[in-house]
């Protein structure tokens, strides 16, 4: 060894080197089962563990790892799922018998949602936006003490794949959060692959162990929801005008960017958008969130440059993220996040938005139907809202009897100052607050109504009356982008 001084000037001390050979280095992460993955995390009562929904309704690792959970006598977990779908439903036996007593979401629906809403969760579920969801991550707001991956393609180290293998999702967007922040991270895969796993996702540098089961799921979930564009004349006369105000507006130039939901109105509104742009011989610049086989059909049409995916709706979209460099992932946080200084959603010129109620004050409700049930969560519905220059929110004025466009909604779940126009097939409303807006579409032909006339038309439409809002105890709380508080919702009486 050399002789060295204790200490350098402009350096400091030099610490002594303590090599005995070659380091120990761990080869592999795989462990033999889920249990053994559990113990290794020492997981203990009242942990937080969180999952994620690419997967979507076809998801099996929560469940999985819920049962495994529950075998090792675990009580007063915290569940922090990015989203629940009716798939889930084995989460109510386990709220029952004490193993999870919180829950942190930004979509729950079927049995869990609905058990929730009848009190049977001890806490208030807090319900989040996805680009909440990631800010009280990255902010430590929401702890992590595991993160449980289902990866869809991994080796033995930890390098993760959604693209891969015969259950590939697409792109990972909302564990890429997780991961970056939990205490452990456990990879539950179904296709162990050599090292390294191809088109890795999620580095073997944030994940701690590997366990291999029998399957994660089933990829024909991921379809859980309309994927085509609607076709009935009702929803397709909505699409028209939605489309006609985005012409209208302004912003359909050179550059365009565009997002959507996965519902059928939305789709049309789509269909549509991409007719107009082809007949002006405009390229847009992106469109984002979660994507289609539609999106991608747009992309290959050359209306669009790229897609920023969060997350796949669809196997073409799984497809066309594996294949295609133009299809791009994007992790929650640049998604939609109000804490990075400026994420995707603030690039977006137009959303095309859905929704279960909207009022006089253009709020929106996503969250609940009418008598209180709990049925979804925002989402990324406010942060679009919010990010995008153009927020636009179709509706029929009618659904199952009840009137959608109300005095008041059941449940805030968005802001009405983020929603600038709400398309119906009675015509539209605009935002007061757009006054510019509505001298646009008012000039193009558009039928532009007060909101209030809207309201008292749905009011007349509507065969069974809204049901007052709930007076149990908080079940949910609503929490914005920011972390504040939107709205609460209270337990529906048992029988109801």
């Known amino acids: 060894m050399p002789d060295l001084p204790a200490d350098i000037p402009g350096y400091g001390p030099l610490r002594p080197l303590h090599a005995t050979g070659k380091q120990r ?6 462990l033999p089962d889920l249990d053994a993955a559990i113990a290794a995390c020492d997981l203990r009562d009242g942990a937080t563990i969180s999952f994620h929904h690419h997967l979507r309704n076809g998801d099996g690792v929560l469940n999985m790892v819920m049962a495994a959970l529950a075998q090792r006598g675990l009580r007063d977990l915290h569940v922090a799922a990015s989203s629940i779908f009716p798939v889930h439903a084995p989460l109510v036996d386990h709220i029952r018998n004490g ?33 909440g969801r990631a800010r009280a991550l990255d902010l430590r707001e929401l702890p992590i003490d595991v993160a449980f991956v289902a990866a869809l393609a991994a080796d033995d180290m930890g390098n993760l794949s959604g693209s891969t293998g015969p259950t590939a999702c697409g792109t990972l967007g909302y564990p890429t959060v997780d991961v970056g922040v939990a205490r452990h991270t456990v990879a539950v895969t179904d296709t162990l692959m050599p090292y390294p796993v191809p088109a890795i996702d999620i580095p073997q540098t944030q994940v701690d162990h590997v366990v291999q089961v029998a399957h994660t799921g089933d990829p024909a979930g991921i379809a859980s929801g309309t994927t085509r564009p609607a076709s009935d004349a009702v929803s397709l006369s909505i699409a028209d005008a939605a489309a006609r105000v985005i012409a ?14 996965a519902g059928g ?12 742009m082809a007949a002006r011989g405009v390229t847009g610049s992106f469109c984002s969130g979660g994507i289609t086989g539609f999106h991608v059909q747009m992309l290959n049409a050359g209306l669009f440059r790229a897609l920023l ?16 460099p133009r299809h791009q992932s994007m992790s ?16 977006v010129d137009a959303v095309v938005l859905g929704a279960a109620e909207v009022d006089l004050g253009f709020n929106v409700n996503v969250t609940t139907r009418a008598g209180g049930i709990i049925i979804g969560g925002s989402g990324g519905h406010a942060d679009t809202a919010a990010g995008a220059r153009l927020a636009i929110v179709t509706t029929r004025l009618t659904a199952a009897g009840f009137a959608k466009l109300v005095p008041q909604v059941g449940t805030l779940t968005t802001p009405g100052a983020t929603i600038d126009v709400v398309v119906t097939e009675a015509g539209l409303a605009v935002n007061p607050a757009r006054p510019d807006l ?5 000039d193009a032909g558009l039928r532009v109504r007060a ?28 929490e914005y982008r920011d972390g504040g508080v939107t709205d609460v919702v209270r337990a529906i009486p048992s029988e109801t």
Do not use: M, W
Request: proline fraction near 5%; aromatic fraction near 4%; charge should be positive.
């Open 309 to 324: 995916d969060v997350q796949c709706f669809d196997l073409e979209a799984v497809r066309s993220y594996r294949d295609d």
């Open 248 to 261: 209208a507006s302004g912003l359909l130039v050179e550059g365009f960017s565009f997002q959507t939901g």
């Open 265 to 276: 109105a939305s789709l049309a509104t789509a269909a549509a958008v991409g007719r107009e």
């Open 438 to 442: 509505a001298r646009r579409l008012h």
């Open 99 to 131: 193993t999870v007593s919180r829950i942190s979401t930004a979509f729950v629906s079927g049995p869990v949602g609905e058990a929730i809403s009848r009190g049977l969760l001890p806490n208030p579920v807090t319900l989040q936006t996805h680009g």
């Open 25 to 30: 280095a761990r080869r592999s992460k795989l």
């Open 451 to 478: 909101i209030a006339d809207l309201v008292a038309e749905a009011a007349q439409a509507a065969t069974r009356p809204t049901p007052p809002r709930a007076e149990g105890r908080i079940v949910a709380v609503c």
């Open 332 to 347: 929650a946080a640049a998604y939609a996040g109000p804490h990075v200084g400026g994420a995707v959603v603030d690039r």
